[in-house]
């Protein structure tokens, strides 16, 4: 029997955005490895699948993963989630293709959702060249990464907590300069979503002055000729 391991994307906020296939792959699964049993246990019920669930996440993925290989290579039909979008996109999931690869297991992607996509789009930026860096080191590397972004000449994206947007603007405020534009998106495809377009200067006072909820994707233009220039 082939062994294969199935990369399967979820919504992002609205369960409407579940694929067929994905709907297909889930109910083929003998086993669903799942960022949060929880969550996902909302999301079969939602598409009435009843399958088993093992966690896999950040904290455990190391002590699991020999038990998760031999489970597909004795045949059975593997399904990996995150809690929301796709595996291995600051999610769990690099850890286990890299050994599936290294164990000869076929990998099967999904395509489908993914936060920084939308608002990459939504940003109006250049968007034919774009780097994304998902969430930024919390202390080590942090300030090599912001000097690094200020020479960006591309859009580039970036992940953030709500509780720590304000803090990550302030910083690309300090190495970009005041009027270097930015999109930020939260809640992308749920009922609340927002996307909110300005000069750093402009998003740090509109969140400043309101609760700020969601999870958020900073969409920044990149450096431009005239900013080379002063």
Request: proline share 4%; hydrophobic share 40%; glycine share 6%.
């Amino acid at each position: 029997m082939k062994a294969e391991l199935f990369i399967v994307p979820t919504p992002i906020g609205n369960l409407e955005d579940i694929t067929l296939r994905a709907i297909t792959t889930l109910k083929n699964a003998d086993l669903i490895l799942a960022e949060d049993t929880r969550n996902t246990s909302f999301l079969l019920k939602h598409l009435q699948i009843e399958k088993p669930l093992r966690s896999y996440h950040q904290h455990n993925e190391h002590k699991v993963l020999e038990d998760i290989i031999t489970l597909i290579r004795s045949g059975k039909k593997v399904a990996l989630v995150s809690d929301a979008g796709t595996p291995g996109i600051s999610d769990p999931g690099f850890l286990l293709i890299r050994e599936c690869i290294a164990n000869d297991i076929t990998i099967t992607t999904l395509p489908g959702a993914t936060a920084f996509v939308p608002a990459l789009v939504n940003s109006g930026f250049p968007c034919n060249e774009f780097s994304f860096y998902g969430f930024l080191p919390q202390k080590k590397g942090r300030q090599t990464k912001l000097k690094e972004l200020a020479l960006n000449e591309k859009t580039f994206i970036l992940y953030e907590s709500p509780f720590r947007l304000i803090k990550l603007l302030e910083e690309l405020k300090l190495h970009l300069g005041v009027n270097r534009k930015v999109s930020v998106s939260r809640e992308l495809s749920k009922l609340f979503e927002e996307n909110k377009r300005g000069t750093l200067n402009e998003l740090i006072s509109y969140f400043s002055s309101k609760t700020i909820k969601g999870e958020i994707v900073v969409v920044v233009e990149g450096r431009s000729n005239l900013e080379d220039d002063e």
